[in-house]
Structure formats: structure tokens, C-alpha cells
């Protein structure tokens, strides 16, 4: 598996990363769910992301891999729900730092990102503070941002943040113009989440879910299911934004092995053919004025 720089950081992380959204609830059993992880590991992986607002995904991750801790790059998300303590405040920054070392039972954190405050909250500096005060305590390596538009602006001008996650896709290109190369520029390390869009390829109806409604609006608009024949629509996808020059990782969320096991296949391939890269930007960029990155 190819490893790659996470900006300055240190840290080097699998160009195919495990999210681990979709281990929320029961409809993944714990069995499943305990299997899935090992796999990733197993697999090469060494990104694993996930989140306070992932249901049962980060006391899984305790539960079925505390043993294996040594072997993964770990990354979390803070700044809510935690109990007695008001939300994006410095005190919910530092419970949200213990609580998620508690739940997934480990000493240290690799990778902690603030989940999307707005612009307000982050120019109020007290959460960034919180974050970095945690860093520098040794509860976690990498203080980060997690979002996309003015927020991540914001972000990639304060050097107190090593990373950023956020929306890369063939649906979600905005940051491929500006942000990846300000980001290479600073030396802050860049996770692209929802790097498959959701996968709407595969829904004949509008799904009801926020982004991924956005997102099979915008794969009606582009017109690309006429342009990809269906089997090749999850592979165009990945090796589009996989080997995006300033992508350290891409973390597909998925609940099945299977499809963890195609995805590094398909990772395999490397980059696209430069022109049809090249066409998939062109046939965003008609439309993007209008089109902001989904948080
Ligand atoms: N920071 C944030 O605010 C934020 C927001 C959203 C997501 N994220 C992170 O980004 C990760 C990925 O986001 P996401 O899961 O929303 O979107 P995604 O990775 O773009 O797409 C995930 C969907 O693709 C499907 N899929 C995966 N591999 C497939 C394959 N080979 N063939 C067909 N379908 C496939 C999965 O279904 P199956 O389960 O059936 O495989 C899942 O429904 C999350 O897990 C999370 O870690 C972060």
C-alpha cells in the first residue's frame, strides 16, 4: 500500500483510507463490524476516521482494535456533545479530546479535527486553543480542521492546524483549484472525505440524505451517466480523486468488505488517463460557480 506525507506532520497515511461512518448502529453487527476493522488493517490500511457524531463507530474502534494501536494512524472529530458542557467551547474541546481517548481506549490520538464549527467560532480562536493546548499536553499529534468553503480558508491560514478533511469528489472539485495547492503551499496535510460522493450512482431516486442529494442532483447535472458506463463508475471516481496531486488520503466509507477489497484494487490502478481527468474537471468547472463544497 502507498504511503504518503500528511503535510509536515510526520505522520504517513495510506492513500486508501477506512471511514468509518457507516459502523454507526446494529444494521452492521458487532461481529461484522469487528471483522471490517481487522480487514482494514490486514489490508494495508492505515487511515482510519471517524467521529463524536458516528453512533457506535469510535467504541468499536476501541473495542476491536485497542490491541492493534500501534498500527494505525487514528482520526477523530470534537466539539459537541459532550455531557454538562456546552457545544464548540474550550472545556467540550477538551472533554471531547478525553472522552474520545476513553472510548477508544488509547493513550494518544493522531489526528483530532474540529467537526465543521462555523466561521464565527473559529475566528473566536477558543476552540483552536482548546485543540492545541491538547496537542500540546500529548493527548494528540495533529491539531485539525474538518469542513470546506470559508471555513477552510480559515483554516489553511492558522498554523496551529497540521491537516484538513474535507470534500473532494468528482461532485466536489471546488477545492482543486485553490485549497489543495494554498495547503501544499503551508504544509498541512489534506484527507478527502466523501471521495466517492456518496456513490449516488447507484440510486435511481434522489436520496433523501442532505450531501448525497446534492451530490445525485449534481451527477444528473454533469451528465455522467451517460459519459460512464455504470461498471466503471466507482473505478473513475476513486482514481479521480485518489491521485490528486496534494490528497494525502481517501476515506471511502463503506460497511463491506467486499467493496473495501475492490476499492484498493481499483486504488491499484493509479491515476487517470490525464484527459480524462482533465474532462471530468472541464465538465465541473461549467457548472461550479454555483456549486460550494458540501460540509
Ligand atoms: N468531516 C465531515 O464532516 C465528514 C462528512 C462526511 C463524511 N466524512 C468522512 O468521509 C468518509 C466517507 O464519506 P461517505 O461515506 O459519506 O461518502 P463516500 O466515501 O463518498 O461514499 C460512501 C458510500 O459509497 C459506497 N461504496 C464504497 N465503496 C464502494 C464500492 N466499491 N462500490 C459501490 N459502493 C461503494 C458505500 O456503501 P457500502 O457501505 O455499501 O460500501 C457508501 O454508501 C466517512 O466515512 C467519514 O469518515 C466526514
Redo the contacts with the bound molecule.
Keep these: 500500500m502507498e504511503l504518503r506525507d500528511i503535510g509536515c506532520t510526520g505522520l504517513r497515511v495510506s492513500a486508501l483510507g477506512f ?4 459502523i454507526n448502529d446494529e444494521r452492521v453487527g458487532e461481529d461484522e463490524a469487528g471483522r471490517l476493522l481487522n480487514a482494514v488493517l490486514d489490508l494495508g490500511i492505515n487511515l482510519i ?3 463524536r457524531s458516528y453512533g457506535l463507530s469510535e467504541e468499536r474502534i476501541g473495542r476491536h482494535l485497542a490491541h492493534r494501536r500501534g498500527d494505525f494512524v487514528l482520526s477523530t ?1 470534537v466539539g459537541y456533545g459532550v455531557d454538562g458542557v456546552p457545544d464548540w467551547t474550550y472545556d467540550c474541546i477538551v472533554g471531547g479530546v478525553e472522552r474520545a481517548l476513553r472510548l477508544m481506549r488509547t493513550d494518544w490520538l493522531d489526528i483530532v ?1 474540529l ?2 464549527c462555523p466561521l464565527q467560532t473559529l475566528q473566536a480562536d477558543e476552540v483552536i486553543r482548546a485543540l492545541d493546548d491538547c496537542r500540546r499536553a500529548g493527548k494528540l499529534r495533529v491539531a485539525a480542521y ?1 469542513g470546506d468553503n470559508a471555513e477552510l480558508a480559515a483554516a489553511l491560514d492558522d498554523s496551529r492546524f497540521g491537516a484538513v ?1 474535507t470534500s473532494i ?1 468528482v461532485c466536489d472539485q471546488i477545492n482543486l483549484s485553490e485549497n489543495l495547492p494554498r495547503a501544499a503551499e503551508r504544509g498541512m496535510g489534506v484527507i478527502a ?7 449516488v450512482w ?1 440510486h435511481a431516486q434522489r436520496p433523501d440524505d442532505f450531501a448525497e442529494g446534492q451530490y445525485w442532483d449534481r451527477w444528473q447535472a454533469m451528465g455522467l451517466d451517460a459519459q460512464i458506463a455504470p461498471e466503471a463508475r ?1 473505478e473513475i471516481a476513486l482514481r479521480f480523486v485518489a491521485h490528486l496531486p496534494g490528497v494525502a488520503s481517501s ?6 468488505l467486499a ?1 473495501l477489497q ?2 484498493l484494487a481499483l486504488l491499484a490502478k493509479g491515476p487517470l488517463p490525464a484527459a480524462q481527468q482533465a474532462a471530468l474537471r472541464q465538465v465541473f468547472a461549467d457548472k461550479q460557480a454555483a456549486w460550494a463544497g458540501l ?1
Design positions: 471511514g468509518a461512518m457507516h476516521d471517524t467521529a472529530k479535527h467537526h465543521s474538518s478533511q469528489s472525505k466523501r471521495p466517492l460522493a456518496g456513490a447507484r466507482t476515506i471511502v466509507g463503506t460497511s463491506k467493496n475492490q476499492n460540509i
